[in-house]
């Protein structure tokens, strides 16, 4: 089945740093979401995603779905971006594989 | 709009005792998911409903695990008898699912039931 990777595994900013989150995948995909669990364990959708760009506020993602890659750009870090960011794949007509998370803790 | 509802949040049994997860999904969503995540890992499919048929269970270990999804709305899973090893944390998540010939699969998760086996 697919592979999903994601990188850096850990990451620690000081409050007002930009970061690039990555989340690379084996096998092609026509689905591809990107997660925030808070430290409360809530999976908080950032973005559905399976091609192209898209922003919202601080945050932007992008897949370039032919190179079997995602990145999440988060900009100006607040300590309230920190926690675990998965990406999930989906290859066409199976399930949603997710990554291991990037773990991001953000100093005040 | 509500989001996905689980219950309990926390449960805590001993090892051989049975337990049972409950999950109300987005109103409208006809495909629901039940996960598994342990700790400082990504979530796991156990199992994936498209309205109240199972369409894969795959994963879902039968000779302790069940699921049932009646009438295709909510959606219990059950586990008996717990081993110690069944400490994690269980998601539910739904997505709207096929819709006008084109399959919507955007997830949204429940804040999950964490289970602690003694």
């Known amino acids: 089945g697919i592979q999903v990777e994601q990188s850096p595994p850990d990451l620690i900013l000081q409050e007002g740093a930009n970061s690039t989150l990555r989340c690379n995948f084996s096998?092609?995909?026509?689905?591809l979401q990107w997660f925030h669990q808070n430290p409360w364990g809530q999976l908080i959708n950032l973005f559905y995603i399976p091609s192209g760009t898209k922003q919202n506020g601080r945050l932007s993602a992008t897949t370039v779905a032919t190179e079997r890659y995602s990145l999440l750009y988060i900009s100006s870090s607040q300590t309230t971006d920190s926690g675990v960011y998965f990406c999930a794949a989906q290859p066409y007509g199976q399930n949603f594989v997710f990554g291991p998370g990037t773990r991001l803790s953000v100093l005040p | 709009e509500a989001g996905v509802v689980q219950s309990p949040r926390y449960k805590i049994i001993e090892k051989k005792q049975p337990v049972a997860f409950w999950c109300n999904p987005i109103?409208?969503?006809?495909?629901l998911y039940w996960y598994l995540q342990n700790l400082g890992q990504g979530p796991e499919l156990l199992i994936r409903y498209e309205n109240e048929e199972a369409v894969d269970d795959s994963q879902l270990p039968k000779d302790r695990f069940s699921a049932e999804r009646l009438k295709g709305v909510d959606s219990t899973l059950k586990i008996q008898p717990a081993e110690l090893g069944d400490s994690a944390v269980y998601l539910c998540?739904?997505?709207?699912?096929?819709?006008?010939?084109?399959?919507?699969?955007?997830?949204?998760f429940g804040p999950g039931t964490r289970l602690t086996v003694l």
């Open positions: 096998d092609s995909v026509n689905n």
């Open positions: 109103s409208g969503h006809n495909t």
């Open positions: 998540a739904s997505s709207l699912g096929l819709a006008g010939g084109i399959s919507y699969n955007e997830q949204f």
